[in-house]
C-alpha cells in the first residue's frame, strides 16, 4: 500500500487534507515507518474518520433510511410466506428467495454502518425477547388502519409489494449525492438497489401474470400510474411521469427510432427512477408503521 500516493490522490480533490488529518505533513510523510503494514488499514480508516466525521454522519443517516426499509420489507414477505396458502405454490419459492435477500440486506447494513462507526436503525417496539431479528411483527400495520388486508388477499399482497418495493427503489435515488461522500459506500448500496429492483419486478410480473391487474403493469414503473383499483397509492407515485432529466426531454432525442418518428412519453418515463427526498419517504412509509 503506497500510503503517500492515496494522500497525493485525495489532495487533488481536497487541498486541505493534510491540515483535516494532522496539521502537519512531515508526520504524514513518516507515517509509514511508525505504523505496523497489518494495521495500516484501520489506522486510515480511523484517521478519515474523524477528517470527515461530517461526511460519515450523513452516509449513516442515508444507510439507516435503507435499513429502516429492509426490516419493514423482511418483516412483510416472512408474514405473507408464513400464512396459510396466501402464496400460490408456483410463486412462493421467488417470495421465500426475496424475504432472504432482505434479511442479507439488514445485515450487510448493519455491518456498513457499524463500520462507519454508526449505530444501527431499529424498529419500534423491536425488544430482544419479542423479536427474531430482523422480524418485527408488532412495528407495522401493513392493512394501513384497516383499509386493506394483504395477508387474506393474495392479489392485495402483491400490491403492498409493489408499493413498498418501489417507494423503497425512489428512496435509495434520492440518497445517491448523500452518498457519493463515500464511493465504496455508494457502489455496494447501488448493487443493492439492483436486487430490489429485481424484486419490484418480480412482483409487478405477478400481479400482471398471476392475479391480471387491471393496469397490466411491467416490471418497471411506467408514467405515474399506480397499483389499481385502488387510488390510496397515487402519491407513492407522483413525479413518476416527468420527461426531463438533467434538462434534457428525453422525448426530444434525436436518433431514436419509434414507428411513428416520436418517442412515447411511457418509454420516456419509463426509462428513469425519479428520486424522492428523506422526509417525502418518511412521510410515505408512516401509514404502515405502529404508532
Partial sequence: MNF???ISEIEKTDPEVYERLSGRREML???GSKVALAALPLALASMFKKAYGQSTDVVVNALNLALEFEFMQHTYYRQGTNTGSLIPAQDLPGFKIIESQEK???AFLEKVIAGLGGVAFRPKYYTASTTVHPYVPAAYD???GGKFTPFADYETFLTIAQVLEDTYIHAIHGQTETLQANNAVLSQVFALAAVEGRHAAYVRLRRRLAVGAAETPTPWIQNNIPPVPS???QKYYLGEDNTIQKSVDIQGL?????ANGAMPQV???AAFDEPY???NVMNLIAPFKKL
Avoid: D, P, R
Fill in 104 to 106: 442479507a440486506h439488514v
Fill in 4 to 6: 503517500k500516493h492515496i
Fill in 254 to 258: 434525436s436518433n431514436v427510432y419509434y
Fill in 277 to 279: 427526498t428523506k422526509e
Fill in 231 to 233: 387510488l390510496s397509492f
Fill in 267 to 269: 418509454a420516456a418515463t
Fill in 142 to 144: 401493513f392493512t394501513m
Fill in 29 to 31: 510523510g513518516s507515517f
